[in-house]
């Protein structure tokens, strides 16, 4: 490690612009005017930009406009602080945005060295799992997922929390019976083994409230499985109704 490392070093020395390109990320030195100094060739294949374009704008010219203020304040001078941290949208030659994931380190002279990494695809992800879970938590069917192997209710959303009267946090940890009356726990538990031949099941039931009263349901119940075949998760998809008017809600 010691050698490779010496080999590197001489390589910078020797070459210095070719070793700027080889780096994979794009890295940039930015003067105090804001404008390009020096870029790799990774900017091109990030952004779209090629070098001489880059060195022909500010560096500050392709930030989305939102982010223009942070990002200012962010490389803001800091005696205590040398290295900065921190994510904006940077315009490619498509017109598009790219987020960015930025370190830097402002020097003397109001010189920046910074390295980017294109995150887009991380953020975008990051959104779809919010979007998920917002829908899971406030669609207005009754929804809760378990675990087969303790049949224990693990998290649940609003709706379904509330049909029983509870909180989300009181249903958390339920076993699957105590939803409930004692009458049902015969069909629920021939259910339950009806499930590990089927990917899903639907069936009529009677649920049970935290003030002791019951309530008819329609219940969904999808098998999620592990690698080894075995219930890892199932998704308890609840519709509480009267005998003739189905409540409203998300159509199961």
């Not at 598009?96 to 994931?101: A, C, I, K, T, V």
């Not at 209710?153 to 929390?161: D, P």
Request: glycine share 6%.
């Amino acid at each position: 490690m010691i050698t490779q490392g010496k080999n590197i070093q001489q390589q910078a020395e020797q070459d210095p612009d070719r070793f700027f390109d080889l780096i994979p990320d794009p890295v940039c030195i930015v003067s105090s005017d804001g404008s390009f100094r020096k870029v790799n060739a990774a900017w091109e294949l990030v952004l779209g930009y090629s070098n001489e374009e880059l060195l022909s704008i500010s560096f500050f010219d392709l930030i989305h406009p939102e982010d223009r203020e942070l990002t200012i304040k962010e490389l803001e001078p800091q005696a205590a602080l040398k290295n900065r941290h921190f994510i904006n949208r940077y315009r490619a030659k498509s017109g598009d945005y790219r987020w960015l994931e930025w370190n830097a380190n402002p020097a003397d002279g109001g010189v920046l060295y910074a390295t980017a990494r294109d995150v887009t695809c991380r953020i975008e992800a990051e959104e779809q799992i919010r979007l998920l879970a917002d829908t899971f938590t406030w669609c207005a069917h009754g929804i809760a997922i378990g675990i087969p192997s303790t049949k224990r209710i693990m998290t649940c959303n609003h709706a379904f929390a509330a049909m029983h009267g509870m909180s989300i946090d009181e249903v958390s940890g339920q076993l699957f019976f105590d939803l409930y009356p004692e009458s049902e726990h015969a069909a629920i538990q021939r259910h339950l083994t009806e499930l590990k031949q089927k990917d899903s099941l639907r069936f009529e039931t009677r649920r049970l409230k935290k003030d002791g009263s019951v309530f008819a349901a329609q219940m969904d119940i999808v098998n999620i499985q592990d690698d080894q075949g075995q219930g890892a998760l199932s998704y308890h998809n609840s519709s509480g109704y009267h005998r003739k008017n189905k409540a409203r809600g998300c159509t199961p």
